[in-house]
């Protein structure tokens, strides 16, 4: 347990240090963070409806702010490069994430041009049908994304970085909330991003 708990807080650590120094990016993450503990309540109510919420709101602030705001290049808080960042990251890294978000934005065309989804489901036959199917579609990407990193990890490195990366992105939004609530009375004060100071050798 005690290893485990040191490989979730290293994970933790290096995600906050590498890819969180913009403080629009923080503030994006901290209303993801929100918006994701709504969707988590509404996994009991509407698990389509969490989906949407968790894909088009939640992740949607989240990405926007990591490809948009955070800085790239030279990291000169921690003295890497981005390209080592992106080698060394445990999770979805860009190029990860690129490919994963293309996937999700295809659903919906699919869904849209096989309703039956090749026969497979019963077709829409409305529009909050098609919602919910797209709901639900969206709902398995997030299941199988989680799963198929959980077992890359496995592969590449061992099954314990593995599950505490997937025990890190489900309680993410609670650290973020904690690490992150500060964020926008930063950005009110221009403080574009996070001096660091705790980070820097």
């Known amino acids: ?20 120094q913009s403080r629009i990016n923080q503030s994006l993450h901290l209303i993801s963070a929100i918006s994701f503990l709504v969707a988590y309540v509404l996994l009991f109510i509407d698990p389509a409806l969490a989906a949407i919420v968790g894909w088009c709101v939640s992740m949607g602030t989240r990405q926007s702010g990591h490809f ?27 190029q990860r994430k690129t490919v994963l978000l293309a996937v999700w934005a295809a659903m919906p065309v699919l ?19 098609t919602w919910h199917d797209i709901g639900i579609a969206w ?6 994304g989680l799963t198929v990193r959980v ?15 997937v025990v890190k992105i ?7 909330i904690a690490m992150y609530w500060r964020a926008p009375l930063a950005l ?4 574009l991003l996070d001096p660091m100071v705790h980070v820097r050798h």
């Open 1 to 20: 347990m005690k290893h485990f708990l040191q490989t979730l807080e290293t994970q933790r650590w290096d995600d906050h240090r590498y890819y969180h």
């Open 68 to 94: 948009f705001f955070e800085p790239r290049g030279f990291d000169h808080v921690n003295r890497v490069s981005d390209e080592y960042k992106e080698a060394v990251k445990v999770g979805y890294n860009m």
């Open 111 to 129: 869904l849209l041009l096989q309703p039956s989804l090749f026969g497979l489901i019963e077709p829409a036959r409305s529009f909050d049908e």
């Open 139 to 144: 709902l398995m990407l997030a299941v199988l």
């Open 151 to 165: 077992v890359q990890l496995w592969v590449q490195q061992d099954l314990l970085t593995g599950i505490a990366w």
């Open 170 to 176: 489900i309680t993410d939004p609670f650290h973020d």
């Open 188 to 191: 009110l004060r221009g403080e």
